[in-house]
């Protein structure tokens, strides 16, 4: 069992009472939660050099890292921690919105946060972490119509590459929402595996399109962070 820790911003919250606050996990409190993973003898790794664990082709101590949406404030807090460690990690980019902002939260009353642009995504890059794919333009795909689907999906992935000079393996579905066909135009799309918002730990039986993760917020005090990292727990709801 393998966690794979999913995180979206990493900087000061906004406000009590501001929506999606939960999102924000504070730089001191990301850094305490790094050091510990190093101090326990754990390795923070991208998707893509966690999938050979993942399938059960490596073993060892290792915890999947995840960014979603691709915000400046992850490059500005998040990155000089995991290069200090040694570590490596994912950031999942919305391709048509370097450098532009949340757009798809501002209906939510979320504060606008502005995203990596291109310059920042190459620093990462070059750091030895990973880019992957949060589709084109953020959208629910299910609720959109098939054509326009596979588009956000395959069109990311090419732009991206095209951009970045690299291949994009990784691809998460935006507010995890998905179907079977969806899975299966990600899989025909060429990237290796997929993450979701399910709660869990990855197994090596698991379908490397339907990945679980463990949700990090603004609240998971150590003790919890370490539990949710460390203990078949959390794989356990998911299964029930």
């Known amino acids: 069992m393998i966690p794979i820790l999913m995180y979206h911003q990493v900087d000061i919250p906004a406000a009590k009472g501001t929506p999606f606050r939960s999102l924000t996990v504070h730089p001191k409190r990301f850094t305490s939660q790094m050091r510990w993973l190093k101090r326990l ?76 642009n291109q310059d920042e995504i190459i620093q990462w890059l070059e750091g030895g972490h990973e880019i992957g794919s949060h589709t084109q333009d953020h959208v629910h795909l299910p609720r959109i119509a098939p054509a326009e689907a596979k588009k956000q999906i395959t069109q990311s992935k ?12 990784s691809f998460c579905y935006p507010y995890g929402h998905k179907t079977a066909e ?26 490397p399109f339907d990945l679980p993760r463990v949700n990090i917020t603004r609240s998971t005090h150590i003790f919890h962070f370490l539990q949710k990292c460390l203990t078949k727990k959390e794989h356990q709801k998911r299964r029930r």
């Open 41 to 116: 003898g754990y390795t923070g790794l991208s998707m893509r050099d966690l999938m050979p664990y993942v399938r059960g082709e490596k073993q060892g101590k290792v915890i999947g890292l995840t960014f979603d949406d691709g915000y400046h404030n992850v490059f500005k807090n998040a990155l000089p921690v995991l290069n200090e460690l040694g570590f490596t990690a994912t950031n999942y980019i919305v391709s048509n919105h370097l450098g532009g902002t949340n757009f798809w939260d501002a209906d939510n009353g979320v504060p606008s946060s502005t995203l990596m």
């Open 182 to 207: 969806i899975e299966q135009w990600v899989a025909d799309s060429g990237y290796d595996n997929a993450t979701t918002t399910a709660r869990g730990l990855a197994l090596t039986e698991d379908d």
């Open 158 to 169: 090419t732009d991206l590459e095209q951009l970045l000079g690299t291949k994009i393996d």
